[in-house]
């Protein structure tokens, strides 16, 4: 079957780092995004993994590694208004861009 | 403001009604698609268009009815719902829909619907 797993919630510190994990099992693999999506807003894209590796953008990254299923989101010099819910996204592959998601991780940043 | 719009924002219906979704998107993107968003679960994906022919029904209820007339326009429309299809309900776009890094799906803001 298809799974994406992630930790429901997380909290951390403004100014810290957190890494929010992700780990999924698919049938197909056509690259992973991660999305941010504040309470009563769209998701909007954060970044995209199809090779092993780390992908740096700002003050996030993303890494991926294909032959565990696994991969994470870093967020360093945590601000309040990184307070969202994370998704983490596969692109299954075949004939349509189709994405699994998981449930998301809400994260909250406390002073 | 992602250039994808929807409207209504938020809608309440009964379940004899007859009510329907609207999604724009101003991205000249090709493909257009419906998730449902129910609380602790994942996105669950409904519909996808690419070139205004649906290419995945993902085993969704008749009860929900797309219609894509263009590439730009997309209308979820619903009939006899259950308290249950009570959720929220996002559409996104994308460039085309085969997959890959160009394939980045764009959200609106979704439409919260409550069926009582």
């Known amino acids: 079957g298809q799974n994406i797993d992630q930790p429901t919630e997380m909290t951390a510190t403004e100014g810290a780092i957190v890494q929010i994990n992700c780990t999924y099992q698919?049938?197909?693999?056509?690259?992973l995004f991660w999305y941010q999506q504040h309470a009563g807003e769209a998701p909007t894209f954060l970044s995209y993994?199809?090779?092993?590796g780390l992908e740096e953008k700002g003050r996030f990254s993303s890494f991926l590694s294909r032959s565990k299923g696994y991969s994470y989101l870093l967020l360093k010099e945590l601000q309040m208004k990184d307070s969202a819910s994370y998704l983490c996204?596969?692109?299954?592959?075949?004939?349509?861009?189709?994405?699994?998601f998981g449930t998301g991780t809400l994260l909250a940043v406390q002073p | 403001e992602t250039g994808v719009t929807q409207t209504p924002r938020h809608l309440v219906m009964g379940m004899t009604n007859k009510k329907s979704l609207k999604c724009e998107q101003h991205l000249g993107h090709n493909a257009m698609y419906w998730y449902k968003q129910s609380a602790k679960k994942p996105l669950e994906l409904m519909f996808v268009?690419?070139?205004?022919?649906?290419?995945e029904n993902n085993s969704v209820p008749s009860r929900f009815s797309p219609e894509c007339p263009n590439s730009s326009h997309l209308f979820l429309h619903l009939h006899t719902l259950q308290p249950e299809d009570s959720a929220l309900y996002l559409c996104?776009?994308?460039?085309?829909?085969?997959?890959?890094?160009?394939?980045?799906?764009?959200f609106g803001p979704g439409t919260r619907l409550l069926v009582l």
């Open positions: 996104a776009s994308s460039q085309g829909a085969s997959g890959g890094p160009q394939e980045t799906q764009y």
């Open positions: 993994n199809v090779l092993d």
């Open positions: 698919t049938s197909g693999f056509n690259g």
């Open positions: 996204a596969v692109s299954s592959g075949g004939a349509t861009n189709k994405l699994i």
């Open positions: 268009y690419n070139f205004k022919e649906q290419t």
